[in-house]
């Protein structure tokens, strides 16, 4: 009995590596087929490092006393500042809707903040899986607010 028991003795372990062998590359084969959307959680981590970026560019006019530039460029769908940007996903809709005084030009707006706090204005509208978050850009106080729904 114990001679048999040792020709056995290796075979649960090879089917037990077959099988995660086989397991993994079907994982493989499929994970990269899957369509990279995004989260309703990224698209909360989108629209706050948006506001955050439009805050800091309101901060660095007052503090340097000279007016600072957001810029979005619709066609390579990134918002700027200096050097700093946030990219927009290819899945989540966003438009800038930006006051009269903004300059545009070959799809990009700019939201110029004055020393002063003021600022042209602007709503930059995310959209993604029915889901709409707005940040607004007051132009009179330069305040920034993120607005849930519709």
Not at 2 to 31: C, H, K, N, Q, S
Not at 130 to 146: A, L
Request: hydrophobic letters at 45%; proline letters at 5%; one cysteine or more.
């Amino acid at each position: 009995m114990p001679a048999a028991a040792d020709r056995r003795a290796g075979y649960l372990l090879i089917e037990l590596a077959v099988a995660l062998a086989v397991t993994a590359l079907v994982l493989g084969l499929l994970f990269p087929n899957l369509p990279n959307r995004t989260t309703p959680m990224r698209l909360i981590g989108l629209v706050t490092a948006s506001a955050a970026l439009l805050r800091d560019a309101r901060s660095a006019a007052i503090e340097r006393d000279a007016p600072v530039a957001a810029t979005f460029d619709a066609v390579e769908r990134i918002l700027r500042v200096g050097g700093d940007r946030v990219e927009m996903p290819s899945d989540v809709d966003v438009t800038l809707t930006a006051g009269g005084n903004c300059p545009a030009r070959d799809g990009r707006v700019e939201i110029l903040f004055r020393p002063d706090g003021t600022n042209c204005g602007g709503v930059l509208r995310f959209a993604s899986g029915g889901r709409v978050i707005r940040t607004r850009v007051n132009w009179v106080d330069g305040r920034i607010d993120v607005v849930d729904g519709g």
